[in-house]
């Protein structure tokens, strides 16, 4: 069956190229998502190529999620785009095919695989932030293209040098890039080979994952991308890269010679989200604004699965909480930008007056990035500080400091959008497709998830998240 939902968006994208129709890209997403449940009752297991356990399930279903719901959403919104049939072509292509592959991404067991499945990811992303063609674009494009493609050379070497480390006690083949034979050899590999091969892994999926000090393409790609684009992006290939480092994480951190990769992972974690928290407050452009947010969270994340033990539960609720609190956020700001003609912060006040359902879904919105309870958000950044308090007191400072730093440019960004007079319309074009309903139905979808994870946990979806906070380590 996974290799059934990997294989689908493929050919949806062939069937695109040639017949660019929003509906039959919705038709496709919602496949992918029915498919993405019977997995639920699938083995857990190696088959083949691909492996499916409790790391990847959650992932998997997320992407599925958020997939359709982006569907919906980019058919409401095409018309604002101002795609010619050529490039919608290339947009509704590059959509799928991003979806193919970023499943790959988190289903492949063999990390050579993944690496191509995620540089695929990036060039179809790479394609949608292009289209509009303008100056910008085409700049934050090439940007893109540069430092992403800085960090998947980097992680293609730590992937051959992980290889060579485990071939010894693999016998070489594809056993070697293999995760799980890797995870039966890793106590007996060269430790040296192992640290190297970590380090090169983390620089170079940090990248995609936005991690510091490779994040910049980060803030461009969601600036000038099309709207629906921003949602995958920050939704989906940030989590795949993150999935990426976990594999190798715990394949080297079984080796106890080795330099620890979770003190690597809490460091570059606790930079990115230091910086993004600095950075927070000097943004003026929304869609820039909530990419530098993408990065706090991204760190934060990463420096959950550096602490390791329970703090690795914290970093998958937090993965799953953000993915699907900034693709709402994305969806409404992307609407807002084009209901008013700007993408300023200035331009875009007074949203609960002048669109009370776009309003006050973007304060709920902002209240739930910002940490706040209900929102499970709240629930994985308290878990983080009371681990690190309990293990690590040093480290809880610094932590504290940039949650509250972050958290308060958010809720003023939240005051300066949703509250006071509103300014006026641009009259952008009505949605093509579904009435408003298309446009804030999937923002709400992703804000009742959000809240339902952060209240009231299913117990076969908390036993699901405890064993791959085990695995992730």
Request: proline letters at 6%.
């Amino acid at each position: 069956m996974p290799d059934l939902l990997i294989a689908l968006p493929f050919l949806a994208a062939l069937l695109l190229a040639l017949w660019p129709s929003p509906l039959l890209n919705i038709a496709a997403a919602l496949a992918g998502f029915l498919l993405s449940l019977t997995l639920l009752t699938a083995p857990r297991e190696v088959e083949g190529l691909l492996l499916l356990d409790a790391l990847n399930l959650p992932l998997v279903l997320l992407s599925a999620f958020i997939g359709l719901t982006t569907a919906i959403f980019s058919a409401a919104m095409l018309p604002a785009e101002g795609f010619s049939p050529r490039a919608a072509r290339a947009y509704h292509a590059a959509f799928q095919a991003f979806l193919g592959a970023n499943y790959l991404a988190l289903l492949a067991d063999n990390l050579g695989l993944m690496w191509a499945a995620i540089e695929g990811a990036t060039l179809a992303t790479v394609l949608m932030v292009a289209l509009h063609r303008g100056a910008a674009a085409l700049e934050a494009a090439w940007k893109f293209l540069i430092l992403c493609g800085v960090g998947i050379a980097l992680a293609l070497f730590g992937t051959i040098v992980l290889g060579l480390a485990a071939q010894p006690y693999t016998g070489g083949g594809e056993g070697a890039l293999s995760f799980t034979a890797l995870l039966r050899v890793g106590r007996e590999a060269d430790p040296a080979l192992l640290s190297l091969a970590f380090i090169f892994l983390l620089v170079g999926y940090g990248t995609k994952a936005g991690l510091a000090p490779l994040h910049s393409w980060l803030p461009d790609a969601h600036a000038e991308g099309p709207v629906a684009m921003s949602a995958v992006l920050s939704g989906l290939l940030l989590n795949a890269a993150l999935h990426a480092i976990l594999r190798a994480r715990a394949v080297v951190a079984l080796n106890e010679a080795v330099l620890p990769p979770g003190a690597l992972m809490a460091g570059m974690g606790l930079l990115s989200l230091l910086l993004a928290a600095l950075a927070l407050w000097r943004r003026r452009d929304a869609r820039r604004f909530l990419a530098w947010s993408s990065i706090e969270h991204m760190g934060l994340a990463a420096f959950a699965f550096g602490l390791g033990g329970p703090a690795a539960l914290a970093g998958v609720l937090h993965m799953l909480g953000h993915s699907l609190v900034k693709s709402a956020l994305f969806f409404l700001v992307g609407r807002a930008t084009l209901l008013k003609g700007s993408q300023r912060l200035e331009d875009l006040r007074g949203l609960v007056a002048g669109h009370p359902g776009l309003g006050w879904a973007l304060v709920l919105g902002f209240l739930a990035i910002a940490g706040l309870p209900p929102f499970s958000l709240f629930s994985s950044e308290f878990l983080m500080i009371q681990q690190s308090a309990a293990r690590l007191p040093w480290l809880a400072l610094p932590l504290g400091l940039g949650l509250l730093v972050a958290a308060l440019a958010l809720l003023r960004a939240m005051q300066a959008l949703c509250l006071g007079p509103a300014t006026p319309d641009a009259r952008p074009p009505a949605p093509a497709w579904g009435g408003s309903w298309a446009v804030l139905g999937p923002a709400w979808a992703h804000l009742l998830a959000a809240l339902v994870l952060g209240l009231a946990l299913p117990a076969p979806l908390a036993a699901l998240l405890a064993e791959a906070a085990r695995i992730a380590g």
